[in-house]
């Protein structure tokens, strides 16, 4: 088979039911689905949290079961490489068993952190040699090595290497960008194809559409994705420095050509506002670590707005955390609470806050679901979109 029609060999799509698509909302692009793996289903729109070295920072499994009511979650593959380390990942059986989460799990392929490390990494056509951010130690990804190490990893879904170009890069980089990272998912998928499960349930591979924010070369890669025949895309590269608008237009041209019967993830986005903009367009996945990172920093996103725990307005307000939210913590910590633990500098603060953004963000996904199902998500979006944004 030559080379450019390389696609994935269809070890799960059993007449396409690795994604059911199961209702395409009358108003908008917006759309429900279910993915299945054999550690679950996943009811999409879906905000999945991020994992990176194996945990949700601060949060408990059983919270992020319980409270959180997470679906799916991330783990990062360049982090996870560095430690524990492949050795320890294998002999635990697999992440699921390491840090004990019994759903679907997801790993990237570790390309944005690698090619974060601007001054310690040097590109090439066979991959990356970067230095280990721990100790300066040398390493060096390929996409076979990458396809090896997300397998002995063992998520459900894995992510095919690439480079995620700046958001200001200019025309010339992104088009040898682009190039490089399609010749990269040739190697990817060829490398996938000749290797097995490690754990004997099924691995999917997501490539990754890149493109920066030029419109042709989005729509290229976006044909060129949609005809390896995968179980799912990605679109990566946005969230990196380009306005909003751009992010939305960007994700519009993609969503133009990828499968409509496939799940499409949109990578690393966002605030609220960017996920219910992203479902409006056609995106069923999304991952971020800002509920956790702006929790952990004393910010909580609610219905009514954006709280910033820090000041002293909240000191006398014992009112519950979300008075409209139906997360457990809501309705057993005040704000005034919050507030006092941020103050004192107490960890159960950032805890909580970080519990409460999670199960803030997959109760959003769940309700936009809910109207999507409804046929009226255009009108429910555009009555919470002003209240989501308004910081109190």
């Given amino acids: 088979m030559a080379q450019n029609n390389l696609?994935?060999?269809?070890?799960?799509?059993?007449?396409?039911?690795?994604?059911?698509?199961?209702?395409?909302d009358t108003s908008s692009q917006a759309r429900a689905g279910l993915i299945t793996t054999d550690h679950g289903q996943i009811q999409t729109p879906i905000f999945m949290p991020v994992g990176t070295l194996g945990t949700v920072k601060g949060v408990h499994?059983?919270?992020?079961?319980?409270?959180?009511?997470?679906?799916?979650?991330?783990?990062?593959?360049?982090?996870?490489?560095?430690?524990?380390?492949?050795?320890?990942?294998?002999?635990?059986?697999?992440?699921?068993?390491?840090?004990?989460?019994?759903?679907?799990?997801?790993?990237?392929?570790?390309?944005?952190?690698?090619?974060?490390?601007?001054?310690?990494?040097?590109?090439?056509?066979?991959?990356?040699?970067?230095r280990s951010h721990i100790d300066g130690s040398k390493h060096f990804f390929t996409p076979e090595n990458v396809m090896d190490t997300e397998r002995t990893i063992?998520?459900?879904?894995?992510?095919?290497?690439?480079?995620?170009?700046?958001?200001?890069?200019?025309?010339?980089?992104?088009?040898?960008?682009?190039?490089?990272?399609?010749?990269?998912?040739?190697?990817?998928?060829?490398?996938?194809?000749?290797?097995?499960?490690?754990y004997g349930y099924h691995q999917a591979l997501f490539p990754i559409v890149q493109g920066c924010v030029y419109s042709d070369l989005r729509r290229e890669s976006a044909h060129f994705m949609a005809e390896k025949d995968a179980e799912?895309?990605?679109?990566?590269?946005?969230?990196?420095?380009?306005?909003?608008?751009?992010?939305?237009?960007?994700?519009e041209v993609v969503n133009e050509i990828l499968p409509t019967d496939r799940p499409r993830y949109l990578m690393g986005v966002g605030t609220p506002m960017n996920i219910l903009e992203g479902i409006e367009r056609g995106v069923d996945m999304f991952d971020c670590v800002m509920p956790t990172r702006n929790g952990r920093n004393a910010q909580?996103?609610?219905?009514?707005?954006?709280?910033?725990?820090?000041?002293?307005?909240?000191?006398?307000?014992?009112?519950?955390?979300?008075?409209?939210?139906?997360?457990?913590?809501?309705?057993?910590?005040?704000?005034?609470?919050?507030?006092?633990?941020?103050?004192?500098?107490?960890?159960?603060?950032?805890?909580?806050?970080?519990?409460?953004?999670?199960?803030?963000?997959?109760?959003?996904v769940r309700v936009a679901r809910e109207h999507i199902l409804a046929n009226d998500f255009a009108d429910w979006k555009r009555s919470v979109m002003p209240q989501l944004a308004t910081r109190l």
Wanted: with cysteine.
């Fill in 7 to 24: 696609s994935l060999r269809p070890t799960w799509r059993k007449e396409g039911r690795f994604f059911e698509l199961q209702h395409n």
């Fill in 61 to 130: 499994t059983h919270e992020i079961l319980n409270e959180v009511k997470a679906q799916i979650i991330l783990g990062n593959t360049y982090h996870l490489y560095l430690r524990p380390g492949l050795e320890v990942l294998e002999a635990a059986g697999g992440l699921h068993k390491f840090n004990g989460f019994s759903r679907p799990m997801l790993t990237d392929s570790g390309g944005f952190q690698v090619f974060s490390l601007t001054g310690i990494r040097k590109l090439r056509e066979e991959g990356c040699e970067f």
């Fill in 154 to 198: 063992g998520a459900d879904i894995m992510m095919a290497f690439d480079e995620c170009p700046p958001g200001t890069a200019d025309y010339a980089y992104a088009r040898k960008s682009l190039d490089l990272t399609h010749r990269w998912l040739e190697r990817c998928i060829r490398r996938f194809s000749e290797t097995e499960e490690k």
């Fill in 232 to 251: 799912g895309y990605a679109i990566g590269g946005l969230a990196v420095g380009e306005p909003a608008e751009k992010m939305y237009e960007m994700i």
């Fill in 300 to 364: 909580i996103f609610t219905w009514e707005g954006i709280i910033n725990f820090r000041n002293a307005k909240w000191a006398k307000d014992f009112s519950p955390v979300d008075p409209l939210g139906t997360a457990t913590c809501d309705h057993v910590y005040t704000r005034a609470y919050l507030h006092h633990l941020f103050k004192a500098k107490e960890l159960l603060g950032m805890q909580i806050a970080s519990i409460h953004n999670l199960a803030f963000y997959l109760e959003l």
